[in-house]
C-alpha cells in the first residue's frame, strides 16, 4: 500500500497550491479519503473529507470556502485545491485512506507547504 502525496512547496499569502496523493495497493474507490495536516508543535489536524463517490465532502471550519477535496477515482488519485493561501495554513499536509475499518487505514508519508512573503 503507498500514498504518495506531492505538490506542496512555498508560496505567498493569498496563493494557491493544488496538492495530489496517489494511491495504489488497495481498492481505492473503495475508500473514504482525507486530507490531514501538522504545523510545528501542534497536534494533526483535519483538513478535508471526500466519500468513495465523491457524494459527501466536508471540511474544517478554518479552510472551508478556500479549500476544495476532489478525487479522480479512474487515476487512484485524491486532491486538495488550496486557495486564498494564509500564514497559518503552513503545515505538512498528510493523505489519509479510510477502508472502513480499523486495519484499513493508510498515511501517506506528507508534503510540505510552506505560506510566506
Known amino acids: 500500500v503507498q500514498l504518495v502525496e506531492s505538490g506542496g512547496g512555498l508560496v505567498q499569502p493569498g496563493g494557491s497550491l493544488r496538492l495530489s496523493c496517489a494511491a495504489s495497493?488497495?481498492?481505492?474507490?473503495?475508500?473514504?479519503m482525507k486530507w490531514y495536516r501538522q504545523a510545528p508543535g501542534k497536534e494533526r489536524e483535519f483538513v478535508a473529507v471526500i466519500t468513495s463517490t465523491s457524494g459527501f465532502k466536508n471540511y474544517a471550519d478554518s479552510v472551508k470556502g478556500r479549500f476544495t477535496i476532489s478525487r479522480d477515482n479512474a487515476k487512484n488519485t485524491v486532491y486538495l485545491q488550496m486557495n486564498s493561501l494564509k500564514d497559518e495554513d503552513t503545515a505538512v499536509y498528510f493523505c489519509?485512506?479510510?477502508?472502513?475499518?480499523?486495519?484499513?487505514?493508510?498515511w501517506g508519508q506528507g508534503t510540505q507547504v510552506t505560506v510566506s512573503s
Open positions: 489519509h485512506a479510510w477502508g472502513g475499518t480499523l486495519t484499513t487505514t493508510y
Open positions: 495497493g488497495f481498492t481505492f474507490s473503495s475508500y473514504v
